[in-house]
């Protein structure tokens, strides 16, 4: 999405070789113009595909799965949550997810009120890396006997090695962006 290239190549600064921060459009500040055309294209790119709802995980991929919504003809969104809450934990799917940010394993929940056996579901997420985060997402729709109908990620870092992991598990995955490295200061999209 040449838009989206342009924001990152403008606007995007990187941090020791393998992060690329954009937190003045999408990890904290929100460009919701931008937000609102990445919606259209992952409909664009999953036309076609029944969805029944959409999946998340908390902070980041909210505002991205809500305006994505917008253009999926308003189905639910449901954010995972990756803080304890007791009268969630009772009641919820549950998964583990390495970070490698943040160096550290945590648990990533959603409760079983909103995730349905047979319910075809869009997982939509910020970034995918390793795939830690969208392998957990995937884990907890099988879980409930729903089926993952593909993946949306607005940026990819294809050098991270998690696409691979999520076709060969034979989901569809479509990111908005692929880098192709991020190393010596430089952006390459792939
Ligand atoms: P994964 O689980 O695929 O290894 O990593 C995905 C998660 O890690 C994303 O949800 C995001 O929060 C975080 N992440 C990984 N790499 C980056 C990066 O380069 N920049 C930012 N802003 N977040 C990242």
Request: net charge positive; proline share 2%.
């Amino acid at each position: 999405m040449e838009q989206l290239k342009h924001k990152i190549l403008t606007e995007g600064r990187l941090l020791d070789g393998f992060v690329l921060k954009v937190d003045n459009f999408l990890n904290h500040q929100l460009d919701v113009e931008l937000l609102d055309a990445m919606g259209a294209e992952f409909a664009r790119r999953f036309a076609g595909v029944k969805i029944d709802k959409i999946l998340t995980i908390e902070a980041s991929g909210i505002a991205v799965a809500a305006m994505a919504a917008r253009h999926f003809g308003y189905p639910p969104v449901v954010f995972a949550k990756k803080t304890q809450s007791l009268n969630l934990d009772a009641d919820a799917f549950e998964t583990e997810v390495y970070s490698f940010t943040k160096q550290q394993v945590y648990k990533v929940r959603v409760s079983r009120r909103y995730l349905k056996p047979g319910e075809r579901v869009l997982i939509i997420d910020d970034f995918l890396a390793h795939g830690h985060a969208t392998r957990g997402l995937i884990d907890i729709v099988k879980q409930a006997g729903a089926e993952p109908a593909g993946v949306g990620i607005v940026i990819e870092k294809g050098f991270q090695g998690g696409g691979k992991l999520i076709r060969d598990a034979g989901v569809r995955l479509e990111s908005l962006a692929v880098l192709k490295s991020i190393a010596d200061g430089k952006i390459e999209f792939a």
